[in-house]
């Protein structure tokens, strides 16, 4: 398994890593394969956007702010219950094909970490699994 760190700058920040895990790929120099990330924390999570037009990642940030505010009448009295929520929202883990040795995302796709409740330095942990 491999690792790697994610330093992220604001409460709420989406932050690309599509590069980071492309080298890993390389470095492994798999043929065809699987790519599973997974991170191991419960107030960020993985998704794939669009990585041409920063606005949608702002549209995504402000809407599920809207949706899910951070002061509300929650159970969860640690101040980050909506980070919480965001987290099981976006999900914790993606599962990416690879196929000779490339990444295999659609044009405008980037891989991002959300973070919900930042600044923090985050862990993801990457399985590259070959197959035939
Ligand atoms: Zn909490």
């Known amino acids: 398994m ?3 760190s994610v330093v992220t700058k604001k409460r709420t ?15 492994h ?11 191991p924390h419960t107030t960020c999570g993985l998704t794939i956007n669009e990585n041409a037009d920063p606005s949608v990642r702002r549209d995504i940030m402000e809407k ?6 951070e002061n509300d009448n929650y159970s969860h009295t ?9 987290s099981t929202i976006t999900g914790h883990s993606l599962t990416i094909f ?5 990444l295999q995302l659609g044009t405008w796709q980037g891989i991002y970490l959300c973070e919900f409740d930042g600044p923090r330095t985050r862990q ?9």
Do not use: M, Y
Not at 29 to 39: A, H, R
Not at 64 to 69: D, K, M, R, S
């Open 2 to 4: 491999e690792r790697i």
């Open 64 to 69: 599920l702010e809207e949706l899910i505010p």
């Open 78 to 86: 640690e101040g980050n219950a909506d980070s919480h929520i965001k």
């Open 98 to 102: 690879i196929e000779n040795g490339v």
């Open 29 to 39: 120099n798999v043929k065809n394969g699987i790519c599973f990330l997974f991170v």
């Open 124 to 132: 993801v942990w990457i399985k590259i699994i070959p197959t035939t």
């Open 13 to 27: 920040d989406f932050v690309e890593i599509t590069e980071q895990i492309e080298e890993i790929i390389k470095r």
